[in-house]
């Protein structure tokens, strides 16, 4: 049985966004044609709550939630799923200049997997670093489709994962309860844990999935036929 | 990491002296905003509300300002910046008859990369209290400064 989840989303815990779990997950449940998801991972910003627990939350709207982080390292920002408290110990989450081959290979040594995010972005992304830094060793995926992503940037993001040969993930990078869900990752196996979709995200077949709304194009002032 | 006393976190700087609220005072602000709901604007119908009488609407707690030499102690990296936005709790009703004070302090300060670069946001908390001592809100300024 498939597993789609949003890979990338920041609750009211981080700073930048106002979103409460509980909407993003009542968002989800109403609207399940639109943002057909089977669960969200909160990757707050600079930050590892190991005690935060939604559970109650996933039971009331059928709607699964993971915890992960997204850090920033001096190859940009990176998502790290299956966080330990041996991991948040080891580096500094609040750091924005992690080291990012430290980072990648010490948390798969500790279980877990690092994920670079919106690779395409100036500054924040792996695209623009590896244009003056050595590639990163050991990395295994990276996101693909981002809901947040400029005009480019995925599409920098696609060469990149052409390039590299890396494995792709999607996730809406949502800030607001609106935006949750619209780019996700397609798992072919069955995900419950955070230690199944670390496995998944090692070993697994997934592919990222775009449900942002096609836009529809903009109708000429004048019909084709009469002009 | 951006570097800065720890000292300078969550000492107040600053308390304002106390500003009246007078009834006028909250009718004039609803008036300016639209507001209309009867615990705001009608004294004879916020009786039978939750609050006995009439209250300022919550946004009315940002109509406070810090005083003249507040900016003189926000802490600055780097030239440039901006007003990075404001949250707002809202603790209890403020009513006619309060006096109103601000007490301002370094809540936190952070920095963070994005597209443009790095930025360090310092957060100012401003704690309102009535006349009793009662916090009735904090408002938090978020200042970006890009270093």
Known sequence: MATVLDLHAHSEASEDSRAPVEAYLNWINLRRAQVPVDGVVLTEHRQ?????????????????????????????????????????RRFDFTNIRIPAQELVDEVAAMGGIAVPCHPGRPNIGLYEHYQKKPVLENVIAVELLNGGSRKGENERAAELIEKHNY???????????????????????????????VRELKTG??????????????????????? | MVDFDPAIINKTFETTEPVPVSRDRIAKFCEAIGETNPL???DEGAKKGPYGGVIAPPSFATTFRNGRHFFEHVPRFGRRGFDAGKDVEFVAPIRPGDEITLSSAVKE???KTGRSGTMVFVVIRSTLRNQQGEIVAHIDHRFMNRP
Do not use: Q
């Open chain 1, 48 to 88: 590892w709550n190991a005690s935060a627990d939604y559970r109650a939350l996933e039971d009331k709207f059928g709607v699964m939630v993971l915890k992960a982080a997204e850090v920033e390292t001096d190859y940009g920002h990176v998502l790290v799923f299956g966080v330990t408290d041996e991991m948040a």
């Open chain 1, 167 to 197: 494995k792709a993930t999607g996730g809406s990078d949502s800030h607001l309860v609106s935006l949750i869900g619209l780019c996700a990752t397609r798992f072919e196996a069955d995900i419950k844990t955070i230690d199944d979709l």
């Open chain 1, 205 to 227: 077949n997934y592919e990222a999935v775009d449900f942002r709304p096609k836009r529809k194009p903009v109708p000429h002032a004048i019909p084709a036929e009469a002009s």
């Open chain 2, 40 to 42: 705001f604007t009608d």
């Open chain 2, 109 to 111: 300060i952070y920095d």
